[in-house]
Protein backbone atom coordinates (compact mmCIF):
# COMPACT_ATOMS: atom_id res chain seq x y z
CA UNK A 1 0.00 0.00 0.00
CA UNK A 2 1.48 3.84 -0.77
CA UNK A 3 0.48 6.42 1.79
CA UNK A 4 -0.18 9.62 -0.30
CA UNK A 5 0.19 13.06 2.25
CA UNK A 6 0.16 16.44 1.06
CA UNK A 7 2.28 18.67 3.10
CA UNK A 8 1.12 21.62 4.55
CA UNK A 9 3.96 23.50 5.77
CA UNK A 10 8.25 23.21 5.83
CA UNK A 11 9.83 20.42 8.27
CA UNK A 12 12.01 17.65 8.32
CA UNK A 13 10.87 14.54 6.73
CA UNK A 14 11.68 13.03 10.39
CA UNK A 15 9.00 15.39 12.05
CA UNK A 16 6.31 14.93 9.50
CA UNK A 17 6.65 11.24 10.40
CA UNK A 18 6.45 11.92 14.35
CA UNK A 19 3.23 14.37 14.03
CA UNK A 20 1.85 11.95 11.71
CA UNK A 21 2.38 8.76 13.97
CA UNK A 22 4.39 6.95 11.27
CA UNK A 23 7.09 4.24 12.60
CA UNK A 24 10.35 4.55 11.22
CA UNK A 25 10.29 0.86 10.49
CA UNK A 26 7.05 0.80 8.91
CA UNK A 27 8.91 2.78 5.81
CA UNK A 28 11.82 0.52 6.24
CA UNK A 29 12.24 -2.56 2.96
CA UNK A 30 15.44 -4.56 3.28
CA UNK A 31 17.16 -1.82 5.56
CA UNK A 32 16.08 1.10 3.28
CA UNK A 33 13.99 3.51 3.17
CA UNK A 34 10.79 4.00 1.27
CA UNK A 35 10.31 6.94 1.18
CA UNK A 36 9.13 9.55 -2.23
CA UNK A 37 9.32 13.24 -2.45
CA UNK A 38 7.70 14.81 -6.01
CA UNK A 39 8.83 11.68 -7.38
CA UNK A 40 12.35 11.63 -6.02
CA UNK A 41 13.61 9.69 -3.29
CA UNK A 42 14.59 11.17 -0.11
CA UNK A 43 15.82 10.26 3.35
CA UNK A 44 14.64 10.25 7.35
CA UNK A 45 16.24 13.50 7.77
CA UNK A 46 15.83 15.25 4.36
CA UNK A 47 13.28 18.61 4.40
CA UNK A 48 9.59 18.82 2.57
CA UNK A 49 8.09 22.66 2.06
CA UNK A 50 4.26 23.34 1.70
CA UNK A 51 2.90 22.02 -1.24
CA UNK A 52 5.01 18.69 -1.75
CA UNK A 53 3.24 15.21 -2.12
CA UNK A 54 5.44 12.64 0.36
CA UNK A 55 4.79 9.55 -0.77
CA UNK A 56 5.32 6.34 1.81
CA UNK A 57 5.10 2.27 0.35
CA UNK A 58 3.79 -0.02 3.46
CA UNK A 59 4.15 -3.65 3.04
CA UNK A 60 1.19 -5.26 2.02
CA UNK A 61 -1.23 -7.57 4.05
CA UNK A 62 -2.46 -11.39 2.72
CA UNK A 63 -6.05 -12.19 3.16
CA UNK A 64 -6.57 -14.75 5.64
CA UNK A 65 -5.56 -18.07 4.06
CA UNK A 66 -8.03 -19.42 6.95
CA UNK A 67 -11.41 -17.96 6.32
CA UNK A 68 -13.84 -19.01 3.76
CA UNK A 69 -14.61 -16.13 1.16
CA UNK A 70 -18.58 -15.60 0.70
CA UNK A 71 -20.11 -14.15 -2.12
CA UNK A 72 -22.49 -12.12 0.03
CA UNK A 73 -23.48 -8.57 -0.66
CA UNK A 74 -22.40 -5.63 0.80
CA UNK A 75 -23.45 -2.01 0.82
CA UNK A 76 -20.72 0.03 0.77
CA UNK A 77 -21.69 4.07 0.93
CA UNK A 78 -17.64 4.79 0.41
CA UNK A 79 -14.22 3.25 -0.33
CA UNK A 80 -11.07 4.61 -1.29
CA UNK A 81 -7.50 2.98 -0.91
CA UNK A 82 -7.45 3.37 2.04
CA UNK A 83 -10.46 2.77 3.83
CA UNK A 84 -14.03 1.69 3.23
CA UNK A 85 -17.36 2.36 5.37
CA UNK A 86 -20.48 0.26 4.73
CA UNK A 87 -24.08 -0.29 5.71
CA UNK A 88 -23.80 -3.65 7.33
CA UNK A 89 -26.93 -5.94 6.77
CA UNK A 90 -29.62 -7.01 10.07
CA UNK A 91 -28.80 -10.90 11.10
CA UNK A 92 -24.95 -10.71 10.00
CA UNK A 93 -22.38 -11.00 12.62
CA UNK A 94 -19.75 -9.22 12.07
CA UNK A 95 -16.46 -11.30 13.15
CA UNK A 96 -16.08 -15.39 12.69
CA UNK A 97 -17.19 -17.41 15.65
CA UNK A 98 -17.37 -21.22 16.29
CA UNK A 99 -21.24 -20.44 16.47
CA UNK A 100 -20.86 -18.40 13.19
CA UNK A 101 -17.76 -19.85 10.68
CA UNK A 102 -19.37 -18.88 7.65
CA UNK A 103 -22.27 -16.00 6.87
CA UNK A 104 -20.21 -13.16 8.57
CA UNK A 105 -19.65 -9.66 7.62
CA UNK A 106 -15.99 -10.85 7.65
CA UNK A 107 -16.32 -13.99 5.23
CA UNK A 108 -17.89 -11.15 3.07
CA UNK A 109 -15.12 -8.71 3.18
CA UNK A 110 -12.41 -11.43 2.24
CA UNK A 111 -14.40 -12.32 -1.17
CA UNK A 112 -14.63 -8.60 -1.73
CA UNK A 113 -10.72 -8.24 -1.33
CA UNK A 114 -9.95 -11.49 -3.06
CA UNK A 115 -12.11 -9.98 -6.14
CA UNK A 116 -10.80 -6.36 -5.97
CA UNK A 117 -7.31 -7.00 -5.70
CA UNK A 118 -7.14 -5.43 -2.15
CA UNK A 119 -4.36 -7.06 -0.25
CA UNK A 120 -5.14 -6.68 3.23
CA UNK A 121 -6.26 -8.43 6.30
CA UNK A 122 -9.64 -7.61 7.72
CA UNK A 123 -9.33 -4.14 9.98
CA UNK A 124 -12.95 -3.23 11.86
CA UNK A 125 -12.18 0.23 13.43
CA UNK A 126 -16.17 0.18 14.48
CA UNK A 127 -18.14 -2.95 15.22
CA UNK A 128 -21.54 -3.81 15.64
CA UNK A 129 -23.68 -6.14 17.00
CA UNK A 130 -25.47 -9.12 14.60
CA UNK A 131 -28.68 -7.36 15.61
CA UNK A 132 -28.00 -3.41 14.41
CA UNK A 133 -27.74 -2.22 11.42
CA UNK A 134 -26.04 0.39 9.91
CA UNK A 135 -22.68 1.86 9.61
CA UNK A 136 -19.36 0.63 10.20
CA UNK A 137 -15.46 1.44 8.99
CA UNK A 138 -13.10 -1.09 7.65
CA UNK A 139 -9.09 -0.49 7.22
CA UNK A 140 -7.30 -1.61 4.86
CA UNK A 141 -4.11 -1.97 6.33
CA UNK A 142 -3.39 -2.09 10.41
CA UNK A 143 -1.55 0.63 10.11
CA UNK A 144 -4.44 2.49 8.68
CA UNK A 145 -6.49 0.98 11.76
CA UNK A 146 -3.58 2.50 14.51
CA UNK A 147 -4.62 5.73 12.69
CA UNK A 148 -7.90 5.70 13.86
CA UNK A 149 -7.41 3.94 17.08
CA UNK A 150 -8.98 5.37 20.70
CA UNK A 151 -5.03 5.41 21.52
CA UNK A 152 -4.11 7.74 19.69
CA UNK A 153 -7.72 9.92 21.08
CA UNK A 154 -8.72 10.07 17.43
CA UNK A 155 -12.54 11.28 17.58
CA UNK A 156 -15.13 8.82 15.72
CA UNK A 157 -18.28 10.97 15.58
CA UNK A 158 -20.65 7.93 16.57
CA UNK A 159 -24.71 8.08 16.76
CA UNK A 160 -27.34 6.06 16.35
CA UNK A 161 -30.92 6.12 16.64
CA UNK A 162 -32.74 3.84 18.25
CA UNK A 163 -36.71 3.26 19.57
CA UNK A 164 -36.67 2.10 23.53
CA UNK A 165 -39.85 1.32 25.79
CA UNK A 166 -41.13 3.86 27.72
CA UNK A 167 -41.30 7.43 28.17
CA UNK A 168 -37.89 9.09 29.87
CA UNK A 169 -38.12 11.23 32.20
CA UNK A 170 -34.78 13.77 31.27
CA UNK A 171 -35.25 14.37 27.36
CA UNK A 172 -31.66 14.29 27.32
CA UNK A 173 -28.49 13.74 29.49
CA UNK A 174 -25.45 11.64 29.42
CA UNK A 175 -25.08 7.99 31.06
CA UNK A 176 -21.61 7.70 32.44
CA UNK A 177 -21.52 3.68 34.26
CA UNK A 178 -19.30 0.93 34.07
CA UNK A 179 -20.40 -2.28 32.22
CA UNK A 180 -18.81 -5.42 32.55
CA UNK A 181 -20.07 -9.28 32.58
CA UNK A 182 -21.09 -10.52 35.80
CA UNK A 183 -20.95 -14.52 34.12
CA UNK A 184 -17.64 -14.69 31.95
CA UNK A 185 -19.72 -17.68 30.44
CA UNK A 186 -22.97 -15.36 28.76
CA UNK A 187 -22.63 -12.76 26.27
CA UNK A 188 -24.99 -10.67 28.35
CA UNK A 189 -23.58 -7.33 29.91
CA UNK A 190 -24.71 -5.34 32.93
CA UNK A 191 -23.78 -1.68 34.93
CA UNK A 192 -21.13 -3.27 37.05
CA UNK A 193 -19.16 -0.66 39.44
CA UNK A 194 -15.90 -2.80 38.44
CA UNK A 195 -16.68 -2.61 34.78
CA UNK A 196 -15.04 -0.60 32.19
CA UNK A 197 -15.65 2.81 31.69
CA UNK A 198 -19.34 3.69 29.07
CA UNK A 199 -20.57 6.83 28.66
CA UNK A 200 -23.72 7.24 26.46
CA UNK A 201 -25.04 10.87 25.38
CA UNK A 202 -28.84 10.85 24.12
CA UNK A 203 -31.80 12.98 23.54
CA UNK A 204 -35.76 12.57 22.89
CA UNK A 205 -36.59 12.54 19.08
CA UNK A 206 -40.08 11.97 19.40
CA UNK A 207 -42.41 9.96 21.97
CA UNK A 208 -45.53 7.75 20.70
CA UNK A 209 -47.84 5.19 22.70
CA UNK A 210 -45.30 4.56 25.31
CA UNK A 211 -42.43 4.43 23.25
CA UNK A 212 -39.84 6.52 22.60
CA UNK A 213 -37.22 7.48 19.41
CA UNK A 214 -34.18 8.47 20.51
CA UNK A 215 -30.75 10.03 19.17
CA UNK A 216 -27.64 8.38 20.86
CA UNK A 217 -23.93 9.67 20.29
CA UNK A 218 -20.89 7.11 21.76
CA UNK A 219 -17.99 8.63 23.94
CA UNK A 220 -16.85 4.98 24.25
CA UNK A 221 -17.40 1.92 22.06
CA UNK A 222 -18.35 -0.94 24.43
CA UNK A 223 -20.33 -3.89 23.67
CA UNK A 224 -23.98 -3.90 24.12
CA UNK A 225 -23.15 -0.05 25.40
CA UNK A 226 -26.90 1.62 24.18
CA UNK A 227 -28.30 -1.78 24.51
CA UNK A 228 -27.09 -2.18 28.45
CA UNK A 229 -27.66 1.36 29.38
CA UNK A 230 -31.35 1.71 28.77
CA UNK A 231 -32.31 -1.28 30.11
CA UNK A 232 -30.45 -0.75 33.02
CA UNK A 233 -33.29 2.04 33.67
CA UNK A 234 -36.02 -0.06 32.21
CA UNK A 235 -36.11 1.53 29.07
CA UNK A 236 -34.66 -1.52 26.87
CA UNK A 237 -34.52 -1.19 23.32
CA UNK A 238 -37.91 -2.57 21.50
CA UNK A 239 -36.66 -6.08 19.94
CA UNK A 240 -33.84 -6.51 22.00
CA UNK A 241 -33.64 -10.45 22.77
CA UNK A 242 -30.83 -9.88 25.43
CA UNK A 243 -32.35 -7.46 27.31
CA UNK A 244 -35.93 -6.32 26.72
CA UNK A 245 -38.27 -8.41 29.08
CA UNK A 246 -40.94 -7.59 26.68
CA UNK A 247 -39.05 -9.25 23.73
CA UNK A 248 -41.52 -11.13 21.31
CA UNK A 249 -39.85 -13.88 19.17
CA UNK A 250 -39.36 -12.89 15.67
CA UNK A 251 -39.15 -8.78 16.62
CA UNK A 252 -36.31 -6.87 14.95
CA UNK A 253 -33.90 -4.28 17.42
CA UNK A 254 -34.51 -0.80 16.77
CA UNK A 255 -30.88 -0.15 16.68
CA UNK A 256 -29.00 1.51 13.63
CA UNK A 257 -25.72 3.09 13.69
CA UNK A 258 -27.23 5.88 11.55
CA UNK A 259 -24.39 8.53 11.26
CA UNK A 260 -20.42 8.40 11.40
CA UNK A 261 -17.59 11.74 10.65
CA UNK A 262 -14.39 11.37 11.21
CA UNK A 263 -10.83 12.95 10.03
CA UNK A 264 -9.71 11.13 7.35
CA UNK A 265 -6.64 9.42 8.48
CA UNK A 266 -3.99 9.56 5.47
CA UNK A 267 -5.54 12.65 3.48
CA UNK A 268 -7.14 14.91 6.66
CA UNK A 269 -10.60 15.72 4.60
CA UNK A 270 -13.71 15.65 6.97
CA UNK A 271 -15.71 11.83 6.23
CA UNK A 272 -19.65 12.65 7.15
CA UNK A 273 -22.18 9.71 6.43
CA UNK A 274 -25.68 9.73 7.25
CA UNK A 275 -28.59 7.02 6.35
CA UNK A 276 -32.23 7.02 6.57
CA UNK A 277 -34.38 5.46 9.25
CA UNK A 278 -35.22 1.73 7.42
CA UNK A 279 -38.31 1.12 6.31
CA UNK A 280 -39.74 -1.01 9.08
CA UNK A 281 -38.77 1.41 12.06
CA UNK A 282 -40.74 3.75 10.21
CA UNK A 283 -43.48 1.09 10.25
CA UNK A 284 -43.27 0.40 13.65
CA UNK A 285 -43.19 4.02 14.23
CA UNK A 286 -46.59 4.49 12.57
CA UNK A 287 -48.35 1.32 14.12
CA UNK A 288 -47.83 3.18 17.30
CA UNK A 289 -49.25 6.53 16.28
CA UNK A 290 -45.38 8.04 15.74
Not at 63 to 78: C, G, H, Q, W
Not at 140 to 163: G, M, P, T
Not at 185 to 203: C, N, P, Q, Y
Not at 206 to 219: M, Y
Request: aromatic residues 8%; hydrophobic residues 40%.
Amino acid sequence: MELAYKIKKPQTIKDFMHENNVPHKLVLKDGKQLIVVNSEERTWNDSVKKGDTLRLTIPDEEIDPEVIKEDIPLDIVYEDEYLLVLNKAFGMPVMITKSHPTGTLTNALCHYYATHGINAKIHLVNRLDKETVGLMIVAKNRFVKFLLSEDLKVKIDRQYQAIIEGILDAKEGTIDLPIGKADEASTKREVLMDGEDAVTDFVVVKEFGLKSLIRVKLETGKTHQIRVHFAHFGHAVVGDPLYNPKYKAGERLMLQSDRLAFKHPITGKDLEFSLEMPADFKAYMARFGG
